[in-house]
Protein backbone atom coordinates (compact mmCIF):
# COMPACT_ATOMS: atom_id res chain seq x y z
CA UNK A 1 0.00 0.00 0.00
CA UNK A 2 1.35 3.13 -0.82
CA UNK A 3 0.57 6.76 1.39
CA UNK A 4 1.58 9.62 1.58
CA UNK A 5 2.04 11.87 4.47
CA UNK A 6 1.12 15.44 4.96
CA UNK A 7 2.27 17.71 8.00
CA UNK A 8 3.87 20.70 8.15
CA UNK A 9 5.64 19.65 11.44
CA UNK A 10 9.02 17.84 10.08
CA UNK A 11 9.34 15.86 13.12
CA UNK A 12 5.51 14.69 13.43
CA UNK A 13 6.39 13.94 9.74
CA UNK A 14 9.39 11.68 10.51
CA UNK A 15 7.61 10.35 13.22
CA UNK A 16 5.23 8.85 10.99
CA UNK A 17 7.01 7.79 8.22
CA UNK A 18 9.15 5.19 10.92
CA UNK A 19 5.69 4.47 12.34
CA UNK A 20 4.38 3.18 9.22
CA UNK A 21 7.12 1.36 8.06
CA UNK A 22 7.26 -0.47 10.95
CA UNK A 23 3.84 -1.66 10.07
CA UNK A 24 4.65 -2.57 6.54
CA UNK A 25 3.17 0.56 4.84
CA UNK A 26 5.36 2.13 2.30
CA UNK A 27 5.31 5.88 2.52
CA UNK A 28 6.10 7.11 -1.23
CA UNK A 29 6.31 10.65 -0.28
CA UNK A 30 5.39 13.54 2.34
CA UNK A 31 4.87 16.84 2.00
CA UNK A 32 4.68 20.10 4.46
CA UNK A 33 1.15 21.85 3.06
CA UNK A 34 -1.52 21.03 1.05
CA UNK A 35 -0.20 22.47 -1.94
CA UNK A 36 3.11 20.42 -1.96
CA UNK A 37 0.18 17.68 -1.08
CA UNK A 38 -1.66 18.20 -4.44
CA UNK A 39 1.93 18.14 -6.31
CA UNK A 40 2.54 15.13 -4.35
CA UNK A 41 -0.92 13.45 -5.17
CA UNK A 42 -0.66 13.99 -8.79
CA UNK A 43 3.04 13.25 -9.31
CA UNK A 44 2.80 9.51 -6.89
CA UNK A 45 -0.87 8.55 -7.22
CA UNK A 46 -0.76 7.29 -4.05
CA UNK A 47 -3.08 4.45 -2.35
CA UNK A 48 -3.95 6.59 0.42
CA UNK A 49 -3.31 10.23 1.40
CA UNK A 50 -2.05 10.82 5.55
CA UNK A 51 -3.18 14.53 5.47
CA UNK A 52 -2.91 16.74 8.69
CA UNK A 53 -5.91 19.54 8.69
CA UNK A 54 -4.14 22.47 10.47
CA UNK A 55 -1.22 23.81 8.50
CA UNK A 56 0.00 27.74 8.42
CA UNK A 57 -0.28 26.97 4.30
CA UNK A 58 -2.64 25.39 2.59
CA UNK A 59 -4.81 23.67 5.10
CA UNK A 60 -6.12 19.98 5.05
CA UNK A 61 -9.17 21.31 3.88
CA UNK A 62 -8.07 22.78 0.92
CA UNK A 63 -6.07 20.26 0.33
CA UNK A 64 -9.11 17.71 0.22
CA UNK A 65 -10.86 19.66 -1.85
CA UNK A 66 -8.09 20.19 -4.36
CA UNK A 67 -7.29 16.64 -4.58
CA UNK A 68 -10.37 15.22 -5.24
CA UNK A 69 -11.37 17.84 -7.46
CA UNK A 70 -8.16 16.02 -9.62
CA UNK A 71 -9.39 12.63 -8.98
CA UNK A 72 -12.68 12.17 -7.47
CA UNK A 73 -11.25 8.46 -6.34
CA UNK A 74 -8.91 9.95 -4.26
CA UNK A 75 -8.53 8.64 -0.55
CA UNK A 76 -7.90 10.97 2.32
CA UNK A 77 -7.42 10.36 5.62
CA UNK A 78 -7.38 13.49 8.04
CA UNK A 79 -5.01 12.87 10.86
CA UNK A 80 -5.13 15.52 13.76
CA UNK A 81 -5.23 16.70 17.06
CA UNK A 82 -8.27 18.93 16.26
CA UNK A 83 -11.89 17.52 17.36
CA UNK A 84 -13.89 20.63 16.93
CA UNK A 85 -17.36 20.24 14.84
CA UNK A 86 -16.41 22.70 12.60
CA UNK A 87 -13.15 20.89 10.93
CA UNK A 88 -15.07 17.73 10.47
CA UNK A 89 -17.64 18.98 9.23
CA UNK A 90 -15.63 20.74 6.30
CA UNK A 91 -13.85 17.24 6.18
CA UNK A 92 -16.64 15.14 5.43
CA UNK A 93 -18.14 18.14 3.27
CA UNK A 94 -14.65 17.80 1.25
CA UNK A 95 -14.96 14.31 0.41
CA UNK A 96 -12.34 13.22 3.17
CA UNK A 97 -13.15 9.36 3.86
CA UNK A 98 -11.82 9.26 7.62
CA UNK A 99 -11.05 11.39 10.55
CA UNK A 100 -8.56 10.33 13.22
CA UNK A 101 -7.00 11.87 16.23
CA UNK A 102 -3.10 11.88 16.70
CA UNK A 103 -3.41 10.80 20.34
CA UNK A 104 -5.16 7.28 18.97
CA UNK A 105 -1.65 6.54 17.12
CA UNK A 106 -2.88 2.34 17.33
CA UNK A 107 -5.56 2.72 15.33
CA UNK A 108 -3.44 4.50 12.39
CA UNK A 109 -3.06 1.12 10.59
CA UNK A 110 -6.56 -0.41 10.79
CA UNK A 111 -7.79 3.33 9.91
CA UNK A 112 -5.32 3.43 6.79
CA UNK A 113 -6.50 -0.17 5.56
CA UNK A 114 -9.80 0.44 6.01
CA UNK A 115 -10.00 3.61 3.45
CA UNK A 116 -7.55 1.73 1.21
CA UNK A 117 -10.75 -0.76 0.88
CA UNK A 118 -13.37 1.45 -0.11
CA UNK A 119 -14.77 1.70 4.02
CA UNK A 120 -15.16 5.43 5.92
CA UNK A 121 -13.30 5.79 8.90
CA UNK A 122 -13.92 8.33 12.14
CA UNK A 123 -12.12 8.11 15.26
CA UNK A 124 -14.78 7.28 17.69
CA UNK A 125 -14.94 10.90 19.34
CA UNK A 126 -15.37 12.36 15.91
CA UNK A 127 -18.12 9.80 14.70
CA UNK A 128 -20.02 10.99 17.41
CA UNK A 129 -19.87 14.69 16.58
CA UNK A 130 -19.92 13.60 12.51
CA UNK A 131 -23.13 11.43 13.72
CA UNK A 132 -24.47 14.42 15.54
CA UNK A 133 -23.80 16.58 12.30
CA UNK A 134 -26.11 13.98 9.99
CA UNK A 135 -28.75 13.35 12.16
CA UNK A 136 -29.85 16.95 11.77
CA UNK A 137 -31.17 15.96 8.63
CA UNK A 138 -32.25 12.86 8.96
CA UNK A 139 -34.07 11.24 5.85
CA UNK A 140 -37.44 11.64 6.13
CA UNK A 141 -38.93 8.47 4.31
CA UNK A 142 -36.72 5.74 6.07
CA UNK A 143 -38.62 3.59 8.74
CA UNK A 144 -36.66 3.67 12.29
CA UNK A 145 -35.37 -0.11 11.18
CA UNK A 146 -33.98 1.30 7.99
CA UNK A 147 -32.16 4.06 9.78
CA UNK A 148 -30.56 2.19 12.35
CA UNK A 149 -29.02 0.00 9.39
CA UNK A 150 -28.04 3.01 8.04
CA UNK A 151 -25.93 4.14 11.06
CA UNK A 152 -24.09 1.35 11.38
CA UNK A 153 -23.73 1.20 7.54
CA UNK A 154 -22.28 4.69 8.01
CA UNK A 155 -20.09 3.31 10.91
CA UNK A 156 -18.06 1.36 8.48
CA UNK A 157 -20.22 -2.18 9.29
CA UNK A 158 -21.02 -4.94 6.53
CA UNK A 159 -23.94 -6.83 6.64
CA UNK A 160 -23.11 -9.42 9.17
CA UNK A 161 -21.94 -7.42 11.52
CA UNK A 162 -25.20 -5.07 11.25
CA UNK A 163 -27.25 -8.12 11.07
CA UNK A 164 -25.67 -9.32 15.11
CA UNK A 165 -26.25 -5.80 16.18
CA UNK A 166 -29.74 -5.29 15.69
CA UNK A 167 -30.26 -9.71 15.95
CA UNK A 168 -31.19 -9.48 11.95
CA UNK A 169 -30.74 -12.09 9.26
CA UNK A 170 -28.03 -11.24 6.67
CA UNK A 171 -30.37 -11.28 3.97
CA UNK A 172 -33.21 -9.13 5.99
CA UNK A 173 -30.00 -6.51 6.31
CA UNK A 174 -29.41 -6.88 2.68
CA UNK A 175 -32.99 -6.28 1.77
CA UNK A 176 -33.29 -2.97 4.37
CA UNK A 177 -29.92 -1.72 2.75
CA UNK A 178 -31.35 -2.18 -1.25
CA UNK A 179 -34.52 -0.58 0.41
CA UNK A 180 -32.01 2.50 1.64
CA UNK A 181 -30.56 2.65 -1.64
CA UNK A 182 -33.43 2.58 -3.42
CA UNK A 183 -35.53 5.29 -1.32
CA UNK A 184 -31.85 7.51 -0.95
CA UNK A 185 -31.39 7.34 -4.94
CA UNK A 186 -27.79 6.47 -3.95
CA UNK A 187 -25.62 4.38 -6.11
CA UNK A 188 -23.85 2.17 -3.41
CA UNK A 189 -23.06 1.73 0.22
CA UNK A 190 -20.07 4.30 -0.19
CA UNK A 191 -21.99 7.53 -1.53
CA UNK A 192 -24.90 6.24 1.22
CA UNK A 193 -22.55 6.57 4.07
CA UNK A 194 -20.96 10.02 2.50
CA UNK A 195 -23.56 11.75 2.11
CA UNK A 196 -25.60 10.26 5.25
CA UNK A 197 -22.53 11.94 7.07
CA UNK A 198 -22.49 15.15 5.20
CA UNK A 199 -26.60 15.13 5.77
CA UNK A 200 -27.29 15.30 2.20
CA UNK A 201 -29.97 12.92 2.38
Known amino acids: MRVIVVDDDKIVVK ?19 GKEA ?7 HPD ?3 LDIRMDEYDG ?13 AKILLLTTFSEEEYIKNAVEKGAKG ?6 IEDLKPAI ?21 ASEKKPENLTKREL ?4 LLADGMNNKEIGEKLFLSEGTVRNHVSQILL ?3 TRDRTELAVKYLKGKL
Open 15 to 33: SLVTILGAMGIDVVGTASN
Open 38 to 44: LDEFKRL
Open 99 to 104: YILKDN
Open 48 to 50: VVL
Open 148 to 151: EVLE
Open 113 to 133: EAVYNGKIVFDPDVYKIAINV
Open 61 to 73: IWATEKIIESDKN
Open 183 to 185: KTG
